[in-house]
């Protein structure tokens, strides 16, 4: 065991970056499974971050914009706090040397991506934004001694005493090893979602909601496990995780196409390819399941600029053997983003002591059953400002060695094929569209995954989060947001708010559902 007054943050994507500059010079130990800035969706994210810039526009139409997309359960306060404050961050992440994209005057160039009334994404080299902010942070990081980083090291529990964590249990993150307790004053999760918990995902690997699963073991409050968002335009080139056409393609004017060249979102929505998103993935989903092959065409919209504004499109393409300039992109649904998480008050405190959330790993309210694109970066500026800060009124400024980590033998990794069979039945029982069948049918294989593997912490972090997703999805009797049921397909006014729940309740689920398909 270690004992360390360092604040301890796990995870090194965004959240975890900026809380750890935010902290500064309070002392910080960092887990990262990869080499830093390796492995998080953060470095992945191309469309860029939703702030209300340009002099046309105003938080308030952000909010407004963020309360509809959440389908009735976004909690106004929250979208009215987070939109407010999206301006000072882009301008802070600026003056670190973000090179975000700017016009001859200027101005901040916007994206317009799906349900925003305006154009209100700042991005940066087209869709290379999460990749640049990243590396401004990281290089910041870089300069900041009272970071501590420790790469190649995965958080697998929290250790608490009654409803206080106390600690985090970490192990080598590639190779089998024992686990090391880490005692520290506060932990801050920020680790990212769950979507790599599903088959077809645009999630890194390692984005398995594991730390979701570890605070839900440990005790803490979850809330809306069951909005999962589901990206309609994964490309649908065989590569596991699915690369991302980015939103602000269809911003640009691509459109959806099916193999007899229909653009059929026309029929669907008003704002046809530019509906909210769980509307265009279900009937991308729709095309799929029909055999018509959805596809995005940027030919006319964007011809040769497609190659230069969307620099990840294009190098996605050329492996494919895709002429973006010529030819329609094929496209199917990924999981993409998750709504739900642990539950999280407005400085990022989670129902335990101890233990602060921000980043994709959090539930605030600030999504509903719907995430607004580009939302989520935001939300991981936020709330990680907000919680480094209430972490740092809570704790004394101290000083405190760097820490020396040795693993001892032992351990597991997760069994590949349980992890595949897991994936797989999120996909194909808790993806777009669930049923009260499938979903009760998902359970019986979770826990029989469960049982099987219980020895390993990692995937039961898994398995718990699988759980709660699965379970939440059973209980909701309704359609709503990224959360769609074929036996329940109209939203009940009576269910238009959040799901609060803990773990045992979804276990208590996942066995009567077992005992029904038994
Ligand atoms: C392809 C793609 C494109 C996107 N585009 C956009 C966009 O344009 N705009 C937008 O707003 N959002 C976008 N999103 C969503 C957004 O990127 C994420 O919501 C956001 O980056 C989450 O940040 P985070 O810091 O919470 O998590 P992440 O950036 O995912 O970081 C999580 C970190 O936790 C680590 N970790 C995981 N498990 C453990 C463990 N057990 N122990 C220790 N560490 C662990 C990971 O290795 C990683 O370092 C996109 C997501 C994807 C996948």
Redesign the pocket.
């Known amino acids: 065991m270690i004992r360390t007054d360092r604040i301890v943050i796990?995870?090194?994507?965004?959240?975890?970056?900026?809380a750890a500059l935010e902290l500064a010079p309070r002392p910080v130990l960092m887990?990262?499974?990869?080499a830093l800035g390796?492995?998080?969706?953060?470095?992945?994210?191309?469309?860029?971050?939703?702030a209300a810039m340009a002099a046309s526009d105003s938080p308030e139409a952000h909010a407004t914009d963020t309360v509809k997309a959440g389908a009735g359960t976004v909690d106004a306060e929250v979208a009215a706090m987070v939109t407010r404050v999206a301006r000072d961050h882009i301008l802070d992440l600026t003056s670190l040397g973000t090179p975000f994209d700017r016009d001859d005057k200027g101005g901040y160039v916007m994206s317009r991506?799906a349900a925003h009334s305006a154009a209100r994404?700042v991005?940066v080299q087209g869709?290379q934004?999460?990749k640049q902010i990243?590396e401004t942070l990281i290089a910041a990081l870089r300069d900041t001694p009272s970071v501590q980083v420790i790469e190649g090291?995965?958080?697998?529990r929290l250790e608490s005493e009654g409803d206080r964590v106390t600690g985090v249990w970490?192990t080598s993150?590639h190779t089998p090893s024992g686990e090391v307790l880490i005692e520290a004053p506060a932990v801050l999760l920020?680790?990212?979602?769950s979507?790599g918990l599903y088959a077809h995902?645009?999630?890194?690997p390692?984005?398995?909601g594991?730390?979701i699963g570890?605070a839900a073991r440990a005790g803490a409050l979850m809330a809306d496990p069951e909005f999962v968002q589901f990206?309609p335009t994964g490309f649908d080139i065989g590569e596991d995780?699915a690369?991302?056409a980015?939103?602000?393609l269809r911003g640009e004017g691509a459109v959806l196409i099916n193999k007899a060249g229909e653009r059929f979102m026309l029929n669907v929505h008003p704002d046809a390819e530019l509906a909210p998103r769980d509307i265009v993935a279900r009937a991308i989903f729709a095309e799929t399941q029909a055999g018509n092959r959805p596809m995005l065409d940027t030919c006319a919209a964007l011809g040769a600029r497609v190659l230069t504004m969307f620099p990840s499109v294009a190098e996605t393409c050329a492996r494919a053997g895709i002429d973006p300039v010529a030819d329609p992109i094929p496209v199917a649904v990924a999981a993409?983003?998750h709504m739900g998480g642990i539950a999280a008050n407005q400085a990022g405190r989670t129902s335990l002591g101890g233990l602060w959330v921000?980043?994709?790993?959090?539930s605030t309210g600030l999504h509903g059953a719907n995430?607004l694109?580009?939302?989520?970066?935001?939300?991981?500026l936020v709330y990680?400002r907000n919680a480094a800060g209430d972490i740092a009124g809570t704790l004394p400024l101290t000083e405190a060695a760097p820490v020396t980590i040795r693993f001892p033998d032992g351990g597991s990794t997760p069994d590949p094929d349980a992890v595949a069979d897991l994936r797989q039945t999120m996909t194909t029982h808790v993806g777009v569209r669930r049923t009260a069948t499938g979903l009760k049918t998902a359970l019986a294989t979770i826990a029989r995954l469960e049982a099987d593997h219980a020895h390993d912490p990692?995937f039961l972090?898994m398995t718990s989060t699988a759980t709660l997703i699965a379970a939440a999805a059973l209980a909701r009797e309704e359609s709503r947001g990224g959360h769609w049921r074929d036996d329940f397909p109209n939203a009940n006014p009576d269910l238009a708010h959040r799901t609060l729940i803990h773990l045992p309740d979804a276990l208590a689920i996942r066995a009567a559902a077992a005992k029904d398909t038994a």
Not at 10 to 16: F, R
Not at 201 to 204: A, G, H, I, Q, S
């Open positions: 796990v995870g090194a994507g965004l959240g975890a970056l900026y887990i990262s499974p990869e390796d492995g998080a969706s953060s470095a992945w994210a191309q469309g860029g971050v939703a991506e994404v991005r869709d934004a999460g990243m090291a995965l958080a697998t970490i993150a920020a680790g990212g979602g979507g995902t645009t999630n890194p390692r984005i398995r594991q730390v570890m990206h995780p690369p991302l980015t939103e602000a993409h983003y921000c980043g994709e790993a959090s995430r694109a580009s939302n989520g970066l935001l939300e991981a990680a990692s972090n």
